[in-house]
């Protein structure tokens, strides 16, 4: 069984930062990409970040700049260092990551349960 477990959010004004921290566990073989997604009301989920085992980054167009996506692959963990955080940066973060649990076993997509990011003066 593997769980992720995200964690960092909360409330912060504009203009404030924060970090989330995403933590994988379990039947763990090897971590492939990592990415951070995030859902606000009524829109569909986006791709925020994305790191690969390799350490290359992509960004949202809207985030370039601000937030910085980040791994240690020894503590099997992600990360998302929000800066000039936005009104609009407002929702639901989820981390994901593509797992393999056995030396022998396809890759597979698991999803955190996600953090709430509120950005409200």
């Known amino acids: 069984q593997v769980q992720l477990v995200e964690s960092g959010g909360g409330l912060v004004q504009p203009g404030g930062s924060l970090r989330l921290s995403c933590a994988a566990s379990?039947?763990?073989?090897?971590?492939?990409?990592m990415s951070w997604y995030r859902q606000a009301p009524g829109k569909q989920r986006e791709l925020v970040a994305s790191i690969t085992s390799g350490n290359n980054r992509n960004y949202a167009d809207s985030v370039k700049g601000r937030f910085t996506i980040s791994r240690d692959d020894a503590k099997r963990m992600a990360f998302l260092q929000m800066n000039s955080l936005k009104p609009e940066d407002t929702a639901v973060y989820f981390c994901?990551?593509?797992?393999?649990?056995?030396?022998?076993?396809?890759?597979?997509?698991?999803w955190g349960q996600g953090t709430q990011v509120t950005v409200s003066s």
């Open positions: 379990g039947s763990i073989f090897s971590i492939n990409g």
């Open positions: 994901n990551a593509a797992i393999r649990t056995t030396r022998w076993a396809d890759v597979n997509a698991y």
